[in-house]
């Protein structure tokens, strides 16, 4: 549970910490406007992503389905600073061909996201979440990001994508089936 009122408190705290007056026109909204605004980005907290896959339908799909060019916000977990871009979903439905309608993967990406994250993390816990809930046959997830901590501070590389890829399944063990994949996620 997110604790609004210790946010706004230690947000006016950071802006007396770095010598600005918290009573000035600009500012005095401040502390309250962040903490409305970590209750939206922090939503995915405590949620189970496994649970937007909990309705399914069983259509006996036996083929891949993959969801490309899913926006996605995120809030690195090293500096609180936003990491965006987009993430790339696919599976193999289970034997039975089990399916679910094609927004919820978008859903998983949107839990997964709004929470402290790393990228590499991210990747890793949606593959998971769609593997196991739909005890799929292969799970695959590639994301392409851009950091701000990357671009605002430090080694200041604008532009710099930052690719990450997690496979489950057949994904992992099947050269065809894994470039099959990456076929359909680079649009060949
Ligand atoms: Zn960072």
Redesign the pocket.
Known sequence: MIDVERIRKAVREIIEAIGEDPERDGLRDTPQRVAEMYLELFQGLGKDPREELRVGFELGHQEMVVLKDIPFYSL?E??L?PFYGVAHVGYIPSRDGRIVGISKLARVVETIARRPQVQERMTTEIADAVFSALNARAAGVVIQAE?M?MIMRGIKKPGANVITSALRGTFHTNPASRAEFFSLIHGK
């Open positions: 690195c090293h500096h600073l950091h901590c």
